[in-house]
């Protein structure tokens, strides 16, 4: 197959380009780089099957020849990020998305959404099944966000019912692993960075959250498996377990050997207080389950930061 990415520079992107290559597919990676980093797919460069092209989605897209799939996954992803750019992530979640459904319609290419678990917003349920229709703030700090992928969402599944085009949506839930980037706020390179410099642990609230981390081999796995089901509807892909804020400081506390202490901070506004998959649709559809452990997870996790912190990228 011919597949494009969108947001193919960022952490998940670059991981799935590698495994479609690996599979023997062609990848075309597509990014703004607005959060992404060309570091990610540097690898990538001169391979045959592989190119990228700089592109904003929100604008005009335009790529020659044959696709076969397209995968959504452009847009800001972590909390400083779009609190950041709160007007350029509604507008990838709606004229991107938009854009790129056009761009499936007219080549025939099957489309994936890269949708997201915070479409659940503070959720009422746990855990959460595809058929949770979410408690979310739309006009609070994170609605950009959030209801940018519930567009997306909505506007996916008028494609499929309108025009009868194939579509695959995935509510992604906490994906952690090599990539990620240093400083983007989200709870695991947070508290890795803190923990490998010997600083404070930053927890906000009392640390009693709730949060599923899945490794990025696991979830690249589960969104292939996806591609080329037949599946139209939302799917959660993500990892059940479920550990508390605290947990996870202490985990990563351990496996570092940081002389780090917890300290807590206030909790930010809309913050969810627990986020776990019904993976059951996944199970039975997909054959799809999680296989990495979250200790072993981290500590590919800590030596990949390690690893940028020596080289003084991170």
């Not at 966000?145 to 494609?159: G, S």
């Not at 559809?285 to 500590?299: C, N, T």
């Amino acid at each position: 197959m011919k597949i494009l990415i969108t947001g193919g520079a960022g952490f998940i992107g670059s991981h799935l380009s590698d495994l479609f290559i690996a599979e023997g597919h062609s990848v075309i990676a597509m990014d703004n780089l607005i959060t992404g980093n060309l570091a990610n797919i540097e690898h990538l460069f001169g391979h045959p099957k592989f190119e990228f092209i700089k592109h904003n989605v929100t604008e005009f897209i335009h790529v020659p020849g044959k696709i076969d799939a397209i995968m959504h996954l452009a847009s800001p992803a972590s909390p400083i990020d779009y609190l950041k750019h709160p007007i350029p992530t509604l507008k990838v979640g709606a004229l991107g998305t938009h854009k790129v459904l056009g761009l499936a319609k007219e080549k025939k290419a099957v489309f994936m959404l890269a949708s997201t678990s915070e479409v659940y917003g503070d959720p009422l349920v746990n855990p959460q099944p595809e058929t949770y229709w979410g408690n979310v703030n739309p006009i609070g700090p994170r609605g950009v966000y959030d209801e940018a992928k519930r567009f997306a969402e909505a506007m996916t599944m008028a494609y499929h019912r309108y025009h009868k085009m194939p579509v695959r949506i995935v509510r992604i839930f906490n994906t952690y692993g090599p990539r990620m980037r240093a400083h983007d706020g989200r709870a695991v390179p947070e508290f890795i960075n803190q923990a490998l410099a010997n600083k404070p642990i930053t927890v906000f609230g009392r640390g009693e959250q709730t949060r599923s981390f899945c490794y990025v081999k696991d979830l690249v796995n589960g969104l292939y498996k996806l591609l080329l089901s037949k599946e139209n509807e939302p799917t959660n892909i993500g990892n059940p377990h479920e550990i508390t804020l605290n947990e996870l400081a202490q985990t990563i506390i351990k496996l570092t050997k940081s002389k780090s202490k917890i300290v807590y901070k206030p909790l930010p506004v809309d913050d969810p207080k627990v986020r776990r998959p019904d993976n059951t649709k996944a199970r039975a559809k997909l054959k799809w389950e999680p296989k990495v452990q979250l200790d072993e997870g981290l500590k590919k996790t800590i030596q990949y930061f390690k690893s940028i912190k020596q080289s003084g990228q991170g």
